[in-house]
Nanobody, 122 residues
Framework: QVQLVESGGGLVQAGGSLRLSCAAS????????MAWFRQAPGKEREFVAI????????YYPDSVKGRFTISRDNAENTVYLQMNSLKPEDTAVYYC???????????????WGQGTQVTVSS
């Protein structure tokens, strides 16, 4: 029903920056809550950022607050994650996800992208 495709991952040195993109199709993009999660090998999916239909409604966990910024372009059906001051512990597969309502739990999201690898070296 809703298809999400991430891009922009790669290898970056600690302290560097990376910008992830997520292109959406198959739904009314502007009505969905969009979020980013990440998952390292052997670990649970971790909430990273969320944005409502209003670009001003965002929330971040303490682990990334002040370093990551989520944004969306409803006209282009795309959500972004700008990551600055990257740390080795940010290394993970990053996924974008869509939900009908505000949620911070991965289990509450019905639509997921395929993921894009982010590796931060020290």
């Amino acid at each position: 029903q809703v298809q999400l495709v991430e891009s922009g991952g790669g290898l970056v040195q600690a302290g560097g920056s990376l910008r992830l993109s997520c292109a959406a199709s198959g739904g009314t993009f502007s009505t969905y809550i969009m979020a980013w999660f990440r998952q390292a090998p052997g670990k649970e999916r971790e909430f990273v950022a969320i944005i409502k239909w209003s670009a001003g409604s965002t929330y971040y966990p303490d682990s990334v607050k002040g370093r990551f910024t989520i944004s969306r372009d409803n006209a282009e059906n795309t959500v972004y994650l700008q990551m600055n001051s990257l740390k080795p512990e940010d290394t993970a597969v990053y996924y974008c996800a869509a939900a009908r309502n505000w949620a911070l739990r991965a289990s509450d999201y019905d639509y997921w992208g395929q993921g894009t690898q982010v590796t931060v070296s020290s």
